[in-house]
C-alpha cells in the first residue's frame, strides 16, 4: 500500500543537490537578451517614442514597441478555453500597450546581445505621454466622470453581479431581528515566489517554442497563439522543474511577448526574465477587496437574512477578472446557512495598480476574513458563545448546494472543531483571558473556513494521462497536471503504485510537461490536481492493469480475472503468495516476442463532473502590546477536513505553508502605492514584509481523514485552504485580548495604534 505513506519525494535528491534543471538553467550560452521597458506613468496614452538613441548602443539587435505589435487583444488567465463567448475570460491586453493603466506598464522591448546593453538601451529610449487622473481604489474608478481604463466597461467595472437566495426584503421585515454590520478591508498582496518569471524562445522547423516557468503550459499554449494570431497548433510550450508559483503563474504573463521577439527575429533564441521589482508589479497580485456586511439576527443568535456586498479590486487589466470576487462569495453563501434569505452584490472594477489575478486560496481569504469576522462580532455583540452560534448555523451534514451539487457528508465543521480547540486550550484560556488590565493581554480566536476541489461545474475539469510499461517492469507516467513544488509528482507516484500494485520506486513521473508529447490537461491551480489527477491516473492505470494481465494469459494460461499484480509480480488471486512470473519478465517477453510483439501503454482522458468541499478551522493566541500597536503569535494550529491523505507528510508540509502566508496575510504584507504617481513603494523583498521563521511560532496541524465518496482515492482539496483561515483567527484573538474588532487588515501599528486609542485603550 503507498497510499496513506509519507515515502520520500520522488523530486527531493534531484532539488537538494541543485541536479533539477529550472527554465534559467536549460537556456543556451548564446541567447539575446530581452527586456521590457515600463511607463513611468500609471494612467495615459504614450504619444511617441525615439528609439533612435538606443538603437545605436552597441549589441543591440532589435526595439519594439508598442506601435509595433499586433492589434489583438487577447486574455491571460489560465483557465480552461470556453467554446461559449459570454463566459470566456478578458482580453483586454496587448503584448505591448500604448493606452497606459499602471505605473511600470509594458511598453516596448529590446532585445540585445547581453544584459549591459539591453539595460543601457532602456534607459536611452525617450518617452511622451499624455496624462489622465489617478485611479488607485474601486471607490475613485467607479465615481462619474472618472477617465475609462477600458473601453467597454462603464464606471470602469469589469463586472457586477447581484445573487438573491429567498427574499431578502421580505425577511429582514421579520420583528424582533436584531442588525449588525461591517466592513471589512483586505490588502493588495504579492505570490512572493522563489523563481521570478522566466521564459526564452525560439523557433523550430516554423513552429515556435517557449520554456516556460509557467503553472499551465497547455493553457499558455492557446494564450500564446491567440496573442500572435497563429494557430494553436504553431506553439510548443515546454515546463521544466518550476520554482514556485501559487497562482502568479496561473497566467500567461511574458510567454506571448517572449514567443513575439523571436518570431520577430526569425527563430533565434531570445531569453526574457524579470526582476525582483517587476515581479511585484508587472505580474499579478491578489485582489485587494472592501466588504460590507449587514446581517439580520434573532436574539438567540439564528442568522435570519444577510447581504454581502463587496468592491474587488482587479487593477489594471481583467485576468482572474470577476472570478475571485464570485468564489468568495461562495464563501458567504456556503459556510453559513440562513433561515430565509441572502443577498449578494459584488463588482470587480479596474484601477491603476498591478493587475490581480489568481492567488492561493482564490478570493476565500477575503471572503472568510469578512464572514468569520463579522460572525465573531454577532457572537460578542449577542453575547454567545462563538463556538455554539457557528454550530447554530454552519453548513449542516447532507446539505447539497443547487448549483455544484456538491454534498456535505460528514460533520467535519465539529470534528476540526474539537481538535482545534482541544489543542489550544480554548475553553480554559477564554476564561482566564477574559477580564484583562495593563498594557500586555492575551487572547485566543479561531476561524472555521468552507473551500471547493477543482472548478467544476463553473468550468470544465479534465486531465488525461498516459502510462507505459517499461522493460523491466517499471511505469512511465505523464500528465498534464505541474508539480509546481506541491509534491504533486510524489502523489502521482503514490496513486500509480497504489492501483498497479507495483513498488513506488517502479514508478517515474515525467516531471516536465511538453505540450507536443504531454496529455491534454489544465495544469495546477483550484487544488484540483489529486483529485481530478487522481482520477484520471486511477482510470488509466486500470486499464493498463488489464491490458498486462491480459497479456499474463498468453505465459500463465490463467485467465486474467483470476490475476493480480502484488508488489511487481503477476500473481493468483486465490494465491497473492504465489509468484508466477514477475512485471518485468512480463514486459520483455511481450515486447520480444517472435508472435505477438507489443509495447503495452494505457492512455485516456477523464472529464470530472464533481466537486468536492474542504472543511476545517484555524485556532491561534496572540500577545497584544497595546502602547506598541503590536500584536506576537503565540500559538496557532489548522485542522483540516481534506479526505483521505495520500502522503501525511508532505500534507503536513502543505498546511505550513499555507499557515505561514495566512500569517503573513493577517500581520505584515500589503502593497503600497504612491497617491499621488500610482508607483509601487515597496515592490522589493526588502521593503515588503513577508513571514519569516522568526515571526513563526510553531505551526501545529491537525487532520480528520474522512473518505471523499466523490473521489478516487478519497482525498480532496488541500493546497489552498491552509491559507484561509489564520488571518481571521489572529484577528478574531486579538478581539478576545482587547475587545476591540480590527476589520482591516494587515494588523500593524499603523493599524492598531489609533484603534485601540479610539477604543478608549490608550
Not at 479561531?446 to 511505469?475: H, K
Not at 497536471?481 to 520506486?505: K, R
Given at each position: ?38 511607463s513611468t506613468i500609471a494612467n495615459g ?310 493587475a490581480a489575478g489568481a492567488m492561493r ?399 478608549g485603550l490608550l
Open positions: 500500500m503507498s497510499v496513506g505513506q509519507s515515502i520520500p519525494r520522488v523530486d527531493a535528491f534531484e532539488k537538494v543537490t541543485g541536479r533539477a534543471k529550472y527554465t534559467d538553467d536549460l537556456v543556451e550560452r548564446n541567447a539575446l537578451i530581452g527586456k521590457v521597458l515600463h496614452l504614450v504619444t511617441k517614442m525615439d528609439t533612435g538613441d538606443a538603437e545605436k548602443i552597441p549589441g543591440v539587435v532589435k526595439i519594439i514597441t508598442c506601435f509595433d505589435v499586433p492589434d489583438i487583444c487577447f486574455p491571460t488567465a489560465g483557465h480552461p478555453w470556453s467554446t461559449d463567448p459570454a463566459h470566456q475570460d478578458p482580453m483586454d491586453r496587448k503584448l505591448l500597450n500604448r493606452r497606459v493603466r499602471l505605473y511600470g506598464d509594458d511598453i516596448a522591448a529590446v532585445i540585445a546581445e547581453d544584459e549591459v546593453a539591453a539595460s543601457r538601451a532602456l534607459r536611452a529610449i525617450k518617452v511622451d505621454y499624455e496624462e489622465y487622473p489617478l485611479l488607485l481604489s474601486p471607490e475613485e474608478a467607479m465615481k462619474e466622470g472618472a477617465p475609462l481604463l477600458h473601453e467597454g466597461s462603464p464606471r470602469n467595472i469589469l463586472a457586477h453581479t447581484t445573487v438573491e437566495d429567498g427574499n431578502y426584503g421580505e425577511a429582514i421585515k421579520e420583528p424582533g431581528l436584531i442588525k449588525i454590520e461591517g466592513v471589512f478591508e483586505t490588502p493588495i498582496v504579492q505570490h512572493c515566489h522563489i523563481e521570478p518569471a522566466v521564459s526564452f524562445a525560439y523557433m523550430e522547423s516554423g513552429r515556435i517554442v517557449v520554456v516556460s516557468s509557467t503553472q499551465i503550459p497547455h493553457i499558455v499554449r492557446r494564450i500564446v497563439a491567440q496573442a500572435l494570431g497563429i494557430p494553436w497548433g504553431k506553439v510548443r510550450i515546454i515546463k521544466p522543474y518550476l520554482g514556485g508559483g501559487f497562482g502568479n503563474k496561473q497566467d500567461a504573463l511574458y510567454e506571448p511577448l517572449n514567443a513575439f521577439m523571436t518570431q520577430a527575429l526569425g527563430g533565434r533564441v531570445v531569453k526574457l526574465e524579470l526582476s525582483r521589482e517587476e515581479v511585484f508589479y508587472a505580474t499579478r497580485v491578489r485582489h485587494g477587496e472592501k466588504i460590507f456586511l449587514c446581517s439580520y439576527v434573532r436574539p438567540n443568535g439564528r442568522l435570519v437574512a444577510r447581504k454581502y456586498t463587496a468592491y474587488s479590486n482587479q487593477g489594471a487589466y481583467g485576468s482572474h477578472g470577476h472570478g475571485i470576487a464570485a468564489k468568495g462569495t461562495n464563501v458567504f453563501r456556503q459556510l453559513y446557512q440562513d433561515e430565509k434569505a441572502r443577498l449578494v452584490d459584488i463588482y470587480t472594477v479596474y484601477t491603476n495598480t498591478a486560496g482564490y478570493g476565500t481569504p477575503q471572503a472568510v476574513f469578512a464572514v468569520e469576522s463579522h460572525a465573531e462580532d454577532i457572537a460578542r455583540q449577542l453575547n454567545l458563545d462563538p463556538l455554539e452560534f457557528r454550530f447554530m448555523n454552519v453548513m449542516p451534514v447532507g446539505y447539497q448546494d443547487p448549483f455544484s451539487k456538491n454534498v456535505n457528508y460528514f460533520d467535519s465543521f465539529r470534528q476540526c472543531v474539537e481538535k482545534g480547540k482541544t489543542y489550544i486550550g480554548w475553553d480554559e484560556k477564554r476564561k482566564r483571558y477574559q477580564n484583562q488590565t495593563g498594557h500586555l493581554r492575551r487572547g485566543v480566536g479561531m476561524s472555521l473556513f468552507w473551500y471547493n476541489t477543482a472548478v467544476w461545474p463553473i468550468s470544465i475539469e479534465v486531465s488525461s494521462c498516459r502510462m507505459v510499461l517499461n522493460q523491466d517492469g517499471s511505469v512511465q507516467v505523464q500528465l498534464g497536471e505541474t508539480e509546481i513544488g506541491q509534491g504533486a509528482d510524489t502523489v502521482f507516484t503514490q496513486m500509480t503504485s497504489e492501483t498497479l500494485g507495483i513498488p513506488w520506486e517502479n514508478v517515474h513521473v515525467i516531471s516536465t510537461q511538453d505540450t507536443d508529447i504531454t496529455p491534454f490537461g489544465t495544469g495546477a491551480y483550484g487544488s484540483r490536481q489529486t483529485y481530478v489527477g487522481g482520477m484520471a491516473i486511477k482510470k488509466v492505470a486500470l486499464l493498463l492493469k488489464e491490458k498486462i494481465l491480459e497479456n499474463a494469459f498468453t505465459y500463465t494460461r490463467i485467465q486474467p480475472c483470476d490475476l493480480d499484480i502484488v508488489d511487481g509480480a503477476i500473481v493468483l488471486k486465490s494465491n497473492p503468495g504465489q509468484v508466477l512470473m514477475s512485471l518485468g519478465e512480463l514486459a520483455t517477453e511481450t515486447l520480444y516476442s517472435h508472435a505477438h510483439a507489443e509495447h503495452i501503454t494505457a492512455e485516456s482522458t477523464l472529464q470530472a463532473k464533481s466537486n468536492a468541499y474542504s472543511f476545517g478551522c484555524a485556532f491561534a493566541e496572540v500577545e497584544v502590546d497595546i502602547p506598541l500597536g503590536k500584536v506576537k503569535l503565540i500559538d496557532i494550529v489548522n485542522c483540516h477536513d481534506c479526505g483521505r491523505l495520500i502522503n501525511p507528510q508532505m500534507a503536513e508540509a502543505q498546511v505550513h505553508g499555507g499557515m505561514s502566508m495566512s500569517i503573513g496575510f493577517g500581520m505584515y504584507e500589503q502593497l503600497l502605492y504612491d497617491e499621488k504617481t500610482g508607483k509601487l513603494l515597496n515592490g522589493n523583498l526588502l521593503d515588503y514584509k513577508l513571514a519569516t521563521i522568526m515571526d513563526h511560532p510553531h505551526l501545529e496541524v491537525a487532520f480528520v481523514e474522512n473518505y471523499e465518496p466523490t473521489s478516487a482515492y478519497g482525498t480532496k482539496a488541500l493546497g489552498e485552504p491552509p491559507t484561509v483561515p489564520g488571518a481571521t483567527a489572529i484577528r478574531n484573538a486579538v478581539l478576545h485580548a482587547t475587545g476591540v474588532g480590527i476589520n482591516r487588515i494587515p494588523m500593524t501599528p499603523h493599524v492598531l495604534y489609533p484603534a485601540f486609542k479610539a477604543a
